[in-house]
């Protein structure tokens, strides 16, 4: 059985914008391979031009987006995991200085060498009975 050998792509998420860096097989560093709008069309363009959807292991942390890219990504055949920003390893206080650029850089890298815990992703039908509101017979009870 042969392996494939994994890109690690990091991606630093926010509500209008995505940065995007990889980590390819080896001992090179990470690179930022390009910032874009948040749309996840647009993201898998990018993602097609570093290799096959098998090849690549995507990664972002957790935060106010949800998970929708998430699910959007995996039903499009990606690997992709949710990371803990809590469990991201610590930079020394002097190398602190946050960057969408260096925080994709971070994610990709750590991600390759491991270091990367991901959380647990409810399924999407629990997500939907959860965020639904509540039934008019338990209001009218409450009355």
Do not use: F
């Amino acid at each position: 059985m042969e392996e494939t050998t994994k890109i690690h792509v990091g991606l630093d998420v926010h509500k209008d914008s995505i940065t995007v860096a990889a980590a390819e097989p080896g001992r090179a560093g990470a690179r930022v391979v390009g910032k874009l709008v948040h749309d996840v069309n647009k993201l898998v363009k990018v993602l097609d031009k570093l290799g096959p959807t098998a090849q690549l292991h995507l990664v972002y942390e957790a935060g106010p987006t949800g998970y929708g890219l998430l699910r959007a990504l995996q039903t499009r055949g990606y690997t992709c995991e949710l990371i803990a920003p809590s469990l991201m390893p610590k930079r020394p206080a002097a190398a602190r200085v946050k960057t969408d650029g260096r925080d994709s850089i971070a994610l990709a890298g750590c991600s390759r060498a491991g270091q990367l815990g991901a959380v647990w992703v409810p399924a999407a039908s629990g997500c939907a009975a959860a965020a639904s509101p509540r039934p008019a017979t338990l209001m009218r009870a409450d009355s």
